[in-house]
């Protein structure tokens, strides 16, 4: 079965900080993976999208990187800031044309 | 480019009665995906779609849900004869290609209660 998992479901962190949010999806056989980061009750807001081929993708202060044989991705936010605090969401197209997302992790950067 | 569009934003509807929810793709985009979070839970796929054509609905309730997407208008949703399990907030992504190949874009979501 195809699945991904997010560890922690929760994270509290001091703000300037730097912190790692972690992904693991269960085949390796994957097209895409997507990030998005969800603020209570908003829609998704896309942050970075990997391609199968590729090793990472940044976008100002954050970095997403994917390790296929491992079966892992992480989002690396660098100095977090309160305005990073939402849930961010991890998902996977398995090549069927739909995403498999993780439940998430809840993160709250403490002023 | 004004995004995807969802509409209504909150949806409340009794037990028995329809609901209808609206997804206007963004601007170049013929991909439509609609997606049901439960509360406390992830997002799960129910239906991906093209204009005209459903092509995979593998994650749709068998009975009570249909989906469309007309070679004119949004794309809906409808849910009938509501219960409250239904209640949860429905979530519709559009793409240029399919979200195999390209970046999927979500839309702000319809919540829906049903009372």
């Known amino acids: ?111 | 480019n004004a995004g995807v569009m969802q509409n209504p934003r909150h949806l409340v509807r009794r037990r028995g009665q329809e609901a209808r929810l609206r997804c206007s793709p963004m601007k170049g985009h013929s991909h439509v995906y609609w997606y049901r979070q439960l509360p406390e839970e992830g997002l799960k796929f129910m239906v991906y779609l093209q204009k005209e054509n459903i092509i995979d609905e593998s994650g749709m309730p068998k009975e009570r849900f249909s989906a469309e997407f007309p070679k004119e208008g949004p794309s809906i949703l409808r849910i009938q004869q509501v219960v409250r399990g239904d209640s949860a907030a429905y979530f519709c992504a559009s793409s240029t290609s399919g979200t195999g190949n390209t970046e999927a874009f979500f839309g702000q979501g319809t919540r829906l209660t049903v009372v």
């Open chain 1, 1 to 111: 079965k195809q699945e991904v998992t997010q560890i922690p479901a929760a994270l509290s962190v001091p703000e300037g900080e730097n912190l790692v949010l972690n992904c693991s999806f269960t085949d390796s056989a994957i097209y895409n993976l997507q990030w998005f980061r969800q603020d209570p009750g908003k829609g998704l807001t896309s942050l970075l999208l990997i391609q199968s081929s590729q090793r990472e993708q940044t976008s100002g202060r954050l970095n997403a990187s994917l390790d296929k044989s491992s079966g892992r991705s992480t989002l690396y936010i660098a100095a977090s800031q309160p305005g990073d605090s939402a849930t961010y969401l991890c998902a996977v197209s398995f090549g069927n044309e739909k995403l498999t997302f993780g439940t998430g992790t809840r993160l709250t950067i403490i002023p």
